[in-house]
């Protein structure tokens, strides 16, 4: 079996090897001087496996797998869904990171409009892989504007990282916020127009 290797975040080559996971994990509950065999833990190693496999789906999902659904609805002003849940995995850590994703768009005169579920789908894609909150924004920003070709993007982030919580410094409710910017968007007045629409909730 093809070991994944990972792009520069870019995504997987090859499958899920569950068998390997299971065995490093039994191996971590070992390490850290817990007995793998005892009752409680026989089964963690094979549910971790597949909890991993869930977590990190997105690794062997391309954009243009959920970007499927076009529309030509002649709609060519903004498109904002906000408050999309983020789910992901800091990936200098392996423990996760939460909160929501705005993600907004300007349609092409003539140009494709996607399903509304498809945004949230897209962030999906990027959060189950192991992350940095900059390069899940900057990756759901350029595979919209690479896919839809719309003339502007706004993706917004805001997420609590649990290796600030549970670990490290540990402080509560510290919330760190991303944002990429692309096209006409970029332009002061459709950005504040963007900002305000995210902000006013
Ligand atoms: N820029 C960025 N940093 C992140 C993200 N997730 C976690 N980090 C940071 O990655 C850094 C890793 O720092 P290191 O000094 O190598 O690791 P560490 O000793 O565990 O750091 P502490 O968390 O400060 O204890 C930490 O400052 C984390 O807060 C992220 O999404 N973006
Ligand atoms: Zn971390």
């Given at each position: 079996?093809?070991?994944?290797?990972?792009?520069?975040?870019?995504?997987?080559?090859?499958?899920?090897?569950?068998?390997?996971?299971?065995?490093?994990?039994?191996e971590?509950?070992?390490?850290?001087?817990?007995?793998?065999?005892?009752?409680?833990?026989r089964?963690?190693?094979?549910?971790?496996?597949?909890?991993?496999?869930?977590?990190?789906?997105?690794?062997?999902?391309?954009?243009?797998d959920?970007?499927?659904?076009?529309?030509?609805?002649?709609?060519?002003?903004?498109?904002?869904?906000?408050?999309?849940?983020?789910?992901?995995?800091?990936?200098?850590?392996?423990?996760?990171?939460?909160?929501?994703?705005?993600?907004?768009?300007?349609?092409?005169?003539?140009?494709?409009?996607?399903?509304?579920?498809?945004?949230?789908?897209?962030?999906d894609?990027?959060a189950?892989?192991?992350?940095?909150?900059?390069?899940?924004?900057?990756?759901?920003?350029?595979?919209?504007?690479?896919?839809?070709?719309?003339?502007?993007?706004?993706?917004?982030?805001?997420?609590?990282?649990?290796?600030?919580?549970?670990?490290?410094?540990?402080?509560?409710?510290?919330?760190?916020?991303?944002?990429?910017?692309?096209?006409?968007?970029?332009?002061?007045?459709?950005?504040?127009?963007?900002?305000?629409?995210?902000?006013?909730r």
């Amino acid at each position: 079996m093809t070991d994944p290797v990972t792009l520069d975040g870019e995504g997987a080559i090859g499958e899920f090897d569950e068998k390997r996971a299971e065995a490093a994990v039994r191996e971590l509950l070992i390490a850290v001087g817990e007995d793998p065999d005892r009752e409680g833990l026989r089964e963690t190693p094979s549910r971790v496996a597949r909890a991993y496999k869930e977590i990190f789906a997105g690794l062997w999902q391309e954009p243009e797998d959920v970007l499927t659904t076009t529309f030509d609805l002649g709609h060519d002003e903004m498109v904002l869904v906000k408050d999309i849940e983020v789910m992901s995995s800091c990936e200098h850590h392996l423990v996760p990171f939460v909160g929501v994703a705005h993600v907004g768009y300007i349609p092409a005169a003539s140009g494709k409009i996607t399903g509304l579920s498809k945004l949230a789908r897209l962030v999906d894609v990027f959060a189950r892989r192991p992350q940095v909150q900059e390069r899940l924004t900057t990756q759901i920003a350029d595979s919209l504007m690479r896919i839809l070709e719309p003339r502007g993007v706004i993706v917004v982030i805001e997420c609590e990282h649990m290796c600030m919580t549970m670990r490290g410094v540990r402080k509560q409710g510290a919330k760190t916020i991303t944002s990429a910017v692309r096209g006409q968007l970029r332009d002061s007045a459709t950005r504040s127009e963007a900002m305000s629409l995210i902000i006013g909730r």
